[in-house]
């Protein structure tokens, strides 16, 4: 298996791992076209009433998550990070859009890339907090 097909089933693991918890709790969640700018799932109640998007960072192990050099063009309201991807036990952090922004470092070179490092996903409040989404209305 090549690095990117590593890479590409760790990305597979985690997007599906998170549309089956979003079934779970009665949301409608299907995943957008590989690589298109924006979501990466996109989510909606019955009624479609209550729309929003995901955006799936999925890793093999715990480690910083790339977030480009202009956080203002980040997109989806939601935020998860499905670190152990790949294992019989995936650990998934819920995090705002905002709270990715706000908990954001930034690279002192030349190419000023912005990362969410570990220490500031790795949080109790974060940790499998599916319920900061909520199950979707009756």
């Not at 997007?15 to 089956?20: S, T």
């Not at 979003?22 to 995943?31: C, E, F, K, L, Y």
């Amino acid at each position: 298996m090549t690095t990117k097909n590593r890479h590409q089933f760790t990305g597979n693991a985690g997007l599906g791992y998170i549309l089956w918890q979003m079934s779970r709790r009665g949301w409608h969640a299907v995943p957008t076209i590989r690589n298109a700018r924006g979501s990466d799932i996109l989510v909606t109640d019955a009624d479609e009433d209550v729309k929003f998007g995901i955006q799936s960072k999925a890793l093999s192990k715990r480690q910083a998550v790339p977030l480009g050099r202009d956080l203002t063009t980040l997109r989806s309201e939601w935020w998860i990070i499905t670190v152990h991807a790949n294992s019989d036990n995936p650990v998934c952090y819920i995090m705002t859009i905002n709270e990715v922004r706000e908990l954001a470092s930034q690279d002192k070179g030349g190419q000023q890339a912005h990362w969410l490092e570990p220490r500031d996903y790795d949080r109790d409040e974060f940790k499998n907090a599916w319920d900061r989404i909520g199950s979707a209305p009756n």
